[in-house]
Structures are given as structure tokens and as C-alpha cells.
């Protein structure tokens, strides 16, 4: 069955660094997204993109993070310089439509020391 | 400010019995809703789905009853088995919405064998 898939799955990194967390989508779709949560709480949509824009973004999406599709298969979160309060598990998505199933991958755990 | 985890709802049903987990939405003009299912270190596993023109919809023993008028939505499993142990969000977004699917905190079902 095809998945989301996330690399890396754990992440450790100091605070002020640079971190790029990695998302291969199902590859026939078309709508991708990225959702985090902080241990214990609920999940919380960041962002979607869609034919190579942001479709839409939260309050927590601010000019610390961005996004890309650098190729025809991966799609990236980059957070410029991580706070403590971004440790959490970043989740991305896929979606053949733009209203339907979400497939989330298994997230990527980010610890900012 | 330090993040403090929610205290998640919890439901514990004995195996075979029926479970129904509750949730009350928040936006008025969400027409699409979602039952995930999270389990321990995972990302959220769509369960089923219903949209606002109707009131219940039902899949392989899982049933997603609407009530529009009050803004509530329940999930009922049956026949619970172990392998249903998991926290099992509630979710809602808006057509055009571009999937900014909004997550409710979490019941978590523990089902005793």
C-alpha cells in the first residue's frame, strides 16, 4: 500500500540552527501539508501546498518556516532558526484532492536544545 | 511560556462491548468531517469521514453519526477489540479550504482484553 514517508525520523539539533525535515508524498498526489504536534497536544495544521504554492497557512506558519518541492517527489519543511518551542513531531500529508483523505506519514520528531 | 500536555478524555471498554466516542466542533460552516486514529508514536490514520448534507455514515464497524444543530459528532466502534487501543481525534474543515483540517484534542480508547 503506498505511504507517506518522512526522513529524518528523530532530529536533535541546537537552538538557532537551521533544520530541513524531508517528506516523499504518494506519488500520484497532488496536495501535500504539514501538521506538527507538541507532546500531549492536539495536532495543528501549518500549512498546504498545491501546483507548486502555498495554498494556505496558519498563525504558527510565520516567516521562520518554508517550504518546497525541490523535485518531482520530495516535498520540505525548512525552519530557518528553530526555538525551543518547536520541538515537536512534525507530521506531513498527502492528499489526492483537495477535500478527502489525508495520508500522514509517521512524522519527524524534532528536540531543540 | 513552558507547553503543559492535555489531559486526554479516556474511555476504557471492555473487549467486544461497543465503544462511542463523542466530540463537539467549534466552526459553523465546516461541512467536512473526519475520525482519525492515532496510535502510540504514529501519525494519524483516517478512519472515516462524513460530510455535512448527511447525519450518519457507516463503514466496517465503525458508525460517524452528524448532529448539525448542537455541532456534535460521535464515533461508535464495534465489537471493540484490543488492536482499537489508540487516541481517536475528531477533525473538520471547509470545502475550499485546501485541507486546513482542524484536530479536536483526542479521546483515548483503552480497550481491557
Known amino acids: 500500500e503506498p505511504e507517506v514517508t518522512q526522513t529524518p525520523s528523530h532530529q536533535v539539533t541546537q537552538m538557532g540552527q537551521e533544520v530541513i525535515l524531508r517528506c516523499v508524498p504518494i506519488?500520484?498526489?497532488?496536495?501535500f501539508y504539514w501538521y506538527r504536534q507538541i507532546l500531549g497536544q492536539k495536532v495543528e495544521f501549518l500549512v498546504s501546498?498545491?501546483?507548486?504554492?502555498?495554498?494556505?497557512k496558519s498563525e504558527i506558519f510565520d516567516d521562520q518556516f518554508s517550504v518546497e518541492r525541490p523535485d518531482g517527489s520530495n516535498f520540505t519543511l525548512k525552519i530557518r532558526s528553530t526555538k525551543l518551542e518547536d520541538s515537536a513531531m512534525y507530521f506531513c500529508?498527502?492528499?489526492?484532492?483537495?477535500?478527502?483523505?489525508?495520508?500522514f506519514g509517521e512524522g519527524s520528531r524534532l528536540t531543540v536544545l | 511560556g513552558e507547553s503543559v500536555g492535555l489531559h486526554l478524555p479516556t474511555l476504557s471498554v471492555q473487549e467486544g462491548d461497543n465503544s462511542i466516542i463523542n466530540c463537539a466542533y467549534s466552526n459553523s460552516a465546516s461541512d467536512y468531517f473526519i475520525w482519525y486514529k492515532q496510535e502510540s508514536g504514529k501519525g494519524p490514520q483516517f478512519i472515516i469521514d462524513i460530510r455535512s448534507n448527511m447525519d450518519k455514515r457507516q463503514g466496517q464497524r465503525v458508525t460517524v453519526l452528524l448532529n448539525k444543530t448542537v455541532k456534535h459528532l460521535s464515533l461508535q466502534i464495534a465489537a471493540t477489540q484490543p488492536g482499537d487501543s489508540a487516541v481517536y481525534f475528531c477533525a473538520e474543515t471547509y470545502s475550499g479550504g485546501y485541507q486546513k483540517v482542524t484536530f479536536g484534542i483526542g479521546t483515548k480508547l483503552q480497550v481491557i482484553p
Open positions: 501546498f498545491y501546483n507548486n504554492e502555498i495554498s494556505e
Open positions: 506519488s500520484n498526489h497532488l496536495y
Open positions: 500529508a498527502s492528499s489526492d484532492s483537495s477535500v478527502g483523505e489525508l495520508f
